[in-house]
């Protein structure tokens, strides 16, 4: 089998396992090997969904493995199926039997599209692209169990393992970067499982929006205003199954909560 059919082949069985709700156990092909390869898979894999593109969440890559892979960031798309405003009854469905969990974020949206020709910001740049920013929660499932444990070409080759956003309240003052020093905490059933803030992120969460429009850009995909970018797990990427309860607490930010539910077929 060719490369170009080994691509093709793994993104039909991801998409395949996504709309029956079904895990796998094994990843399904060969594991890419760099970056570009999982990119690759991920593009096949869109190119087999009809739903629309709501956003992009940017995942971060630390430690050895960016300076393996030479990137400290991945992204993958949101759908606009799986994106809902947060509310008391807010659910976050993951695929049972394979890999869940839940990360508190800070959701920027796109304002503007970029200019024709321009391919780098900076990040006062990248800023300028931005006309609201929220508060949110990134629901981080996909039928592999394994999707993060082979690192991050693995992870981007389904969809950057996103299976939806909750959107929560507005940051009125965002502009200033106050909220960056915000103190944030994740619950599970009650239990503080991850504190942190997001200013302690490479360049910001702001770098997050600037990688992201230089990987689509790069990747020949074309930016539309009110697109989502979830920037990064401010306090972890928290493991999470049905049944439980998730509060991520922004302090005067606000509180979100959701429900965890199995992800039935669609």
Sequence with gaps: ?????????????????????????????????????????????????????????VGRILGDLAVRYGCDRLAGPIFASTVNVADAQSRGLVFDGGFGAVESEYLFRIGKVPVAGQTRFTLEEAADHVDAVHIGIEIASSPFVGIND??????????????????????SDWRNGRYADQDVATRIDGAVIGTGVAAAFNHGAIGSVRFLLENLIARGIPIEPGWWVSTG?????????????????????????????AQEPR
């Design 1 to 57: 089998m060719s490369a170009g059919s080994m691509v093709e082949s793994t993104a039909e069985r991801f998409v395949t396992a996504r709309y029956a709700a079904q895990p796998l156990i094994d990843y399904p092909g060969p594991l890419p090997a760099t970056l570009d390869d999982g990119y690759a898979v991920q593009a096949a894999a869109m190119a087999r969904v009809e739903d629309k593109i709501a956003g992009w969440k």
């Design 150 to 171: 082979h690192g991050p070409a693995v992870t981007i080759s389904d969809f950057g393992n996103n299976n939806g956003l909750l959107i929560g309240p507005p940051i």
């Design 233 to 261: 797990a401010v306090t972890g990427v928290h493991q999470v199954r049905p049944g439980q309860r998730v509060e991520a607490d922004f302090g005067r930010l606000g509180t979100l909560h959701c429900t965890i539910i």
